[in-house]
């Protein structure tokens, strides 16, 4: 599976973002797709998935209330990310889920940058 990121950038505190990832290849190995950060010196965080079967979707509950991803069609995954804060300053990359926990990564993206000011 190829997968590609695109959408990030520099933005305020406060403001949103929209991530976008278009993938190419079977699924069919995977419980699902969705998105996972690395900030430098932190942990890699699972942000949000979604299974393939169902569409049932997982957050962080640091992103809760604030992210919501979307397949747009079936090429297409997005994360809308409102309501940023530096905490969210990191490298996402877009991913397939292994296990439908959205911990565990089978391919996935270079990542785009997502920097939060202020």
């Known amino acids: 599976v190829q997968l590609v990121e695109s959408g990030g950038g520099l933005v305020q505190a406060g403001g949103s973002l929209r991530l976008s990832c278009k993938f190419s290849?079977?699924?069919?190995?995977?419980?699902?797709i969705g998105w996972f950060r690395q900030a430098p010196g932190k942990e890699r965080e699972g942000v949000s998935c979604?299974?393939?079967?169902?569409?049932?979707t997982y957050y962080a509950d640091s992103v809760k209330g604030r992210f919501s991803i979307s397949r747009d069609n079936r090429d297409t995954l997005s994360l809308q990310m409102n309501n940023l804060s530096s905490e969210d300053t990191a490298v996402y990359h877009c991913?397939?889920?292994?296990?439908?926990?959205?911990?565990?990564?089978?391919?996935w993206g270079r990542g785009t940058q997502v920097t939060v000011r202020g």
């Open positions: 290849g079977s699924l069919s190995a995977y419980y699902g």
């Open positions: 991913a397939t889920d292994l296990t439908g926990s959205c911990s565990q990564f089978g391919s």
């Open positions: 979604v299974t393939l079967d169902d569409g049932a």
